[in-house]
């Protein structure tokens, strides 16, 4: 039961709604086996009065604490003593405009914004929200965190129990599920590295089966403490624009784990009277692993107040085995079926007035190359989320003049092989491209093979030079 601290965990469900003490390691309700949200009196807590406060905190940059782009907004997050908070730098990020990406999507000049979360210390923005659960994992004495991952999670959790030396780290992965760049992370930092054979819903299901009978931290977004540092991707965004609200915010979507705690973020700041408006979200599924569009664009899931149709999901899903069809995509960071956050999301697609869509490899491919011609290189999951603003602008759901800000929510570097597949074109990677439906590759950026002698060379530089 729920002490007199200003931060508790309340269960989703709003009929059950039991409240547990943050003390609690839990990543359900022990009555309903729902999700889990932290929630806050926030009657007592130190609240500023407005957004700009926070400004103060880039003049105390040798304080860790306000150096971190997560920490720095630690009133809007306040579960954690300060001596208890595990910090590595992590949110020192940008948003940038890109006027090639918003010519891309037939969007006017200087109105497409993109959040660069590869910035963070492991490459990706899972960084936000490791924070905070190796923070709350610090609180509670954990001695051994895991998770299951299509590569991030377990790069941020490795990096974290590497650099803290608070705990072990094992991690699961899919075997064959996930990109170089991502398991050379785990493996580097000294995580314990299970690769199950089978893919990441498989290692979900199995992590937290461990999780429960070794007693060990669990780290996945189903950490209701994890989204928590994840809500402040929004806080660093409305302060990039000057405490304005954009009129959209576009996320790809995997485990739905950033739509959650963006959701969460929102409404919080609006509760509590620091924004006056809210923006539209828009999350972006890969074509070959829709989980979420299904059910909330074509079969009509919602949130409904907290009375979630749960029979809606468990028939979607009974479809998906009967069918024996599993996520495929070239994206292998969203290559997700069973999203363990799915309540959570359309509880931020109800208050953001949010859609959803899908977006093919072919989509994905091309957006990433606008974006990396425009000097912000992703990895494919990210380029959803260009891809799915050019398909809202293509479709008038987002009009002209509106602002669009799009989560990149992973470096370039963590998987090489899907940009030099599109860029070099050579007979191996071509047949890996078509396997995923990329036939075409009309932004490719190809490498030019000479042979070792000037003039030959120079040619080559002659032709391909441009200005
Ligand atoms: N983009 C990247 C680069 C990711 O790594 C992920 C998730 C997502 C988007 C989707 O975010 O789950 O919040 O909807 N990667 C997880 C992982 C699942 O294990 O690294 P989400």
């Given at each position: ?85 595990v910090t590595i730098g992590e ?26 979360e590869g910035?963070n210390p492991s490459g990706s923005f899972k960084d936000n929200g490791m924070t905070a659960a190796s923070t709350h994992a610090r609180?509670?004495?954990a001695k051994q965190a895991a998770c299951a991952s299509t590569g991030n999670t377990s790069a941020s959790l490795a990096i974290y129990g590497g650099t803290s030396g608070l705990f072990g780290v094992v991690v699961f992965v899919g075997s064959?599920k996930i990109s170089y760049g991502k398991l050379s992370q785990a493996l580097d930092y000294g995580a314990l590295t299970v690769q199950i054979?089978?893919?990441f819903?498989?290692a979900m299901?199995q992590v937290?089966?461990v999780c429960?009978?070794?007693?060990i931290y669990l780290c996945n977004s189903?950490n209701?403490f994890r989204?928590?540092g994840q ?24 485990n739905?784990g ?74 292998t960071a ?45 990895e ?29 929510t992973g470096h370039?570097l963590k998987d ?52």
């Amino acid at each position: 039961m729920r002490s007199s601290e200003i931060a508790f965990q309340r269960c989703l469900n709003t009929t059950c709604g039991s409240t547990f003490s943050i003390s609690e390691v839990l990543t359900r309700c022990s009555r309903c086996g729902d999700l889990l949200d932290v929630d806050y009196d926030w009657s007592r807590a130190r609240v500023p009065g407005s957004l700009r406060e926070f400004e103060a905190r880039w003049s105390e940059r040798l304080n860790p604490l306000s150096y971190s782009g997560v920490w720095r907004f630690r009133e809007l997050l306040p579960f954690a003593p300060d001596e208890q908070i595990v910090t590595i730098g992590e949110g020192q990020t940008q948003l940038k405009s890109s006027n090639a990406v918003a010519r891309y999507c037939d969007l006017p000049e200087g109105t497409v914004l993109l959040q660069y979360e590869g910035l963070n210390p492991s490459g990706s923005f899972k960084d936000n929200g490791m924070t905070a659960a190796s923070t709350h994992a610090r609180m509670t004495g954990a001695k051994q965190a895991a998770c299951a991952s299509t590569g991030n999670t377990s790069a941020s959790l490795a990096i974290y129990g590497g650099t803290s030396g608070l705990f072990g780290v094992v991690v699961f992965v899919g075997s064959g599920k996930i990109s170089y760049g991502k398991l050379s992370q785990a493996l580097d930092y000294g995580a314990l590295t299970v690769q199950i054979r089978g893919d990441f819903d498989d290692a979900m299901r199995q992590v937290q089966a461990v999780c429960q009978r070794e007693g060990i931290y669990l780290c996945n977004s189903v950490n209701p403490f994890r989204l928590e540092g994840q809500k402040t991707i929004i806080y660093r965004i409305l302060e990039s624009l000057g405490w304005e609200v954009p009129d959209w915010i576009v996320v790809p979507g995997g485990n739905l784990g950033n739509s959650s705690s963006f959701g969460k973020a929102l409404s919080e700041l609006k509760q509590l009277g620091l924004i006056q408006k809210l923006p539209r979200l828009a999350v972006i599924n890969a074509a070959g692993s829709d989980t979420l569009y299904e059910l909330y664009e074509r079969r009509g899931s919602r949130w409904n107040g907290g009375q979630v149709d749960q029979a809606l999901i468990d028939g979607f899903y009974a479809e998906l085995d009967a069918s024996g069809k599993r996520a495929e995509t070239l994206a292998t960071a969203i290559q997700i079926s069973r999203p363990v956050n799915l309540k959570k999301a359309l509880r931020a697609l109800d208050v953001c007035d949010g859609v959803v869509r899908r977006v093919t490899d072919q989509e994905i491919l091309d957006a990433k190359a606008q974006i990396g011609a425009g000097g912000f290189g992703c990895e494919p999951a990210s380029a959803a989320s260009v891809a799915g603003a050019r398909l809202l602008r293509r479709e008038g759901t987002i009009a002209p003049g509106e602002r669009v800000v799009c989560i990149l929510t992973g470096h370039q570097l963590k998987d090489p092989t899907a940009t030099v597949a599109y860029h070099a074109g050579d007979a191996h990677s071509r047949d890996d491209l078509l396997k995923h439906g990329v036939e075409r590759t009309p932004f490719a950026n190809r490498p030019v093979a000479v042979a070792n002698e000037i003039e030959e060379i120079l040619r080559a530089v002659r032709a391909g030079s441009v200005g």
